[in-house]
């Protein structure tokens, strides 16, 4: 049992990287197949290069210039653009560029009562205006089915708390269940928040 333990994340590693290696060696392996050449990893190096430079020319002006018109002409297209907008947000959830990211924050929420609390990530902030004044919100997205179903919580910025987590740190205790979250959790703020916290349970043991 204990060779299984240690040898299934193995397997599971290597099989995923063999298949992933695979299905980016079909992209360009035919063509070489028609030419004649016949190389294991060819294709793959060839599709990595290719992913390369486009990441290249489109972070040139002229790249930018030709996606905004390809945006253009998909977002008018019926099916296509659903398609696209939601594949373009997820591709933003874990963008390098942190002025496109979709997720701000990895954070946590008092939820769904004192005394609980939900994982989530930021992806905006909003102001409230009432007679009663402004307020300022954050909408925070809770993931209830790894990352691409889950539920919108407008919360006050001063009722969320900020544990010393990054987003891709947030998406891998998300996407494993909760299996990878640190057995220690602090805050960056701690001080307004674990006085909050102290405060819900004492009244929560009290009632």
Known sequence: MTGCVILFPIAIT??????????????????????????????????VTFIFFVGVFMSSWVGASVLGIGEWIIKRMPLVRHIYNASKQISAAISPDQNKQA???AVIIRHPRIGEYAFGFITSSVSLQSYCGQEDLYCVYVPTNHLYIGDIFMVNS?????????????????????MS???????????????????DRGGASRS
């Open 14 to 47: 290597f099989y995923f990287t063999w298949w992933f290696i695979h299905f980016v060696d079909g992209f360009f392996s035919p063509i070489y197949a028609q030419l004649g050449i016949n190389i294991f990893g060819l294709g793959f190096i060839t599709s």
């Open 103 to 105: 997720f701000k924050e």
């Open 158 to 178: 001063k009722d969320v708390i900020r544990p010393n987590l990054s987003v891709r740190e947030g998406i891998e205790i998300v996407v494993s269940g909760g």
């Open 181 to 199: 979250m640190p057995q220690v959790l602090s805050t960056l703020d701690p001080h307004p928040h674990l006085h909050a916290i102290h405060t």
